[in-house]
């Protein structure tokens, strides 16, 4: 297939007439014994609380969840006494949230669904991040057989070592990522890291797996994070502030043919989201990343167009990437790497930060006059790489 062909595949169609709704995320705990099942109901009752709905307006349900089985998307609508006509189990991670706006967009589009909820939820107990780690995949255990499975540090050790060698980036441009994130997590108050972060606090962190240390891992946590999917109409109908989808692209197993990954699939639908959105990198007033490392963060910088392959450690030692900080806010609620990472629920945090920033009026970290942002994903490790990138490109509802 020639290049042009696969522009013409993927040239995207337009999401009109489709309103975001009733972010909600849930107060993460570093342990619980609750379930996944109670996590995703509780968020499901919250969603409805704040949309002023009943649980059978909902007839679409989508959910990702690493720790909700043997339970599935299937199970949750017993639990949650629904008789919906559209589902979808999003087994993509860090990915997940806008997989989830997208194919619940296209749902109500198509007419399959009139509201969706869409939820990440995961919980997290002595035991479920050590299973997770030892039997998260296939490909990840062969891999590394027979010395054991080495969880994911060990994989972003290498991948952030093989940045470092091949752009000369330092652990410095890592921690000013870090630092920001901090800063934004105190002013949004929600996050489980609540104290300040210095550089000096950064380079002196214990090492994990070199070169990371322990400010460049998320923390395992308990939580959920959701919002709901429905019309402007019925958006307006109930007088739901909203947020309007411009844009938005999903690409796995980008870029194969690379030892070890140091770009992955938002280079490669990046250019036909901006064209559909009719925006550019410089007209994003806040970008929120899936970040599990910093150097994950910083590829997204790159590969979503902020700045050049390679510049994103130039990038952020001269952009400020604070909420209030006249550069470019990212990640404005502190992030994974001081929220703490909810499993699958990380992937959706992104997404519902930045319907919180388009639809609040008072937050505590609200970017000035927010009218467009971006929030990516990026999940499901195996060893050298992540196979699933997604974005979306979101306005501010009326405008």
Known sequence: MTSESAREREKMQPYNDIALVAPV????????ERSAAWFTGTAFARMLDRAGLQKHDIDGLAIASFTLVPDSVVSMT????????????IPMGGASGPVAVRRAARA?????????????ADTASADTFADLVEN?????TDAVFPYGAGGPNTVFAMITRNYMEKYGAEREDFGRVCIAQRENALAAGTAVFNKPLSMQDYLAARPISEPLHLFDCVMPVAGAEGFLVMTVARAESLG?????????????????????????????????MYEQAELGPGDMDFLQTYDDYPVISMVQMEDLGFCEKGGAAEFVRTR???WNGGGLPHNTCGGQLS?????????????????RQLTETALSNQVADARAGMASGYGMVNYDRCLCTSAVILGRGGE
């Open 78 to 89: 017993e639990y949650l006494d629904i008789s919906p006509g559209w589902l979808e189990q």
């Open 339 to 355: 929220a703490g990472q909810a499993g699958a629920a990380g992937g959706f945090l992104g997404t519902v930060e930045a319907i």
């Open 320 to 322: 400020p990437l604070t």
């Open 108 to 120: 109500v589009q198509a007419g399959d669904a009139e509201i969706v909820a869409c939820i990440g």
């Open 240 to 272: 739901l502030p909203y947020a309007r989808i411009l844009a938005a692209g999903e690409r796995h197993n980008a870029w194969p043919d690379d030892d070890v990954h140091f770009r992955a699939g938002w280079s490669l639908y990046r250019d036909q």
């Open 25 to 32: 995320s849930l107060p993460y705990e570093r342990r619980s």
């Open 136 to 140: 998260f995949s296939r490909f990840s």
